[in-house]
């Protein structure tokens, strides 16, 4: 069942060291509802009835424990981004690092292309009135507002920064949107220490175009 594996995606971050304590959340869209991770419920204590599903039209709680205090940022992602269903929200360290320094994760690397179709993106500031009201779902405005004004799609690039924050990644399933925030906290460390050693490497573009095509889109040859 679909919140049976909501449930292990959950449970996945903690054990993928991508969160400690309660740090972080996973939904999915169930038809016009999604499921979510509730509001500071330790992993383990994750349960059918606990996981809140929410109404994304109204926003309404239909079951389970009070929602995590992310879910307006998922349910936005959701009315925009219509060909994802499912969301992860993290503060896995490399990736914050990045988030924190306000830069974007470049891609340095065929590991990156494999899965990003480019540089991971750092959406903009949120204003004082931005944080002050309706923090969470502003927070999902401002990853939609980036992706539309860059014209980039959501299912070739399933990852932003929010900056001083952490990172949201999305997939067409939880199996794609979790291995998206394993994926995106590896190449995040990867980029952080190649940096390190040179400050200004390079990557050239039709070998990110090489990567990134052979496992998606319609020419893809990757796999069986």
Same mark, same amino acid.
């Given at each position: 069942?679909?919140?049976?594996?909501?449930?292990?995606?959950?449970?996945?971050?903690?054990?993928?060291?991508?969160?400690?304590?309660?740090?972080?959340?996973?939904?999915?869209?169930?038809?016009?509802?999604?499921?979510?991770?509730?509001?500071?419920?330790?992993?383990?204590?994750?349960? +059918?009835?606990? $996981?809140?599903?929410?109404?994304?039209?109204?926003? =309404?709680?239909?079951? /389970?424990?009070? &929602?995590? %205090? !992310?879910?307006?940022?998922?349910?936005?992602?959701?009315?925009?981004?219509?060909?994802?269903?499912?969301?992860?929200?993290?503060?896995?360290?490399?990736?914050?690092?990045?988030?924190?320094? +306000?830069?974007? $994760?470049?891609?340095?690397?065929?590991?990156?292309? =494999?899965?990003?179709? /480019?540089?991971? &993106?750092? %959406? !903009?500031?949120?204003?004082?009135?931005?944080?002050?009201?309706?923090?969470?779902?502003?927070?999902?405005?401002?990853?939609?507002?980036?992706?539309?004004?860059?014209?980039?799609?959501?299912?070739?690039?399933?990852?932003?920064?929010?900056?001083?924050?952490?990172?949201?990644?999305?997939?067409?399933?939880?199996?794609?949107?979790?291995?998206?925030?394993?994926?995106?906290?590896?190449?995040?460390?990867?980029?952080?220490?190649?940096?390190?050693?040179?400050?200004?490497?390079?990557?050239?573009?039709?070998?990110?175009?090489?990567?990134?095509?052979?496992?998606?889109?319609?020419?893809?040859?990757?796999?069986?």
């Amino acid at each position: 069942m679909l919140i049976d594996e909501l449930i292990q995606c959950n449970q996945s971050l903690q054990k993928e060291n991508l969160v400690i304590y309660t740090w972080g959340n996973v939904s999915c869209r169930e038809g016009k509802y999604i499921l979510i991770k509730p509001s500071g419920v330790k992993f383990d204590d994750l349960s +059918k009835e606990n $996981i809140s599903k929410i109404d994304i039209s109204s926003e =309404d709680l239909i079951s /389970g424990y009070k &929602p995590s %205090v !992310d879910t307006p940022t998922h349910i936005h992602l959701y009315k925009n981004f219509k060909n994802i269903n499912a969301v992860v929200h993290t503060h896995s360290k490399y990736a914050t690092i990045f988030a924190q320094a +306000k830069k974007p $994760i470049p891609c340095l690397g065929t590991t990156h292309a =494999d899965y990003f179709y /480019g540089d991971i &993106p750092l %959406v !903009d500031d949120l204003s004082y009135d931005e944080i002050e009201n309706n923090y969470e779902q502003n927070t999902g405005k401002k990853i939609v507002q980036y992706f539309k004004k860059n014209s980039i799609d959501p299912l070739n690039m399933g990852a932003a920064l929010c900056p001083s924050h952490g990172v949201f990644t999305w997939g067409k399933d939880l199996s794609s949107a979790l291995k998206n925030a394993i994926v995106l906290e590896y190449i995040a460390e990867v980029a952080y220490k190649t940096l390190v050693l040179n400050p200004e490497p390079n990557f050239n573009k039709e070998l990110l175009d090489k990567h990134f095509l052979r496992k998606h889109g319609k020419k893809s040859y990757y796999g069986q």
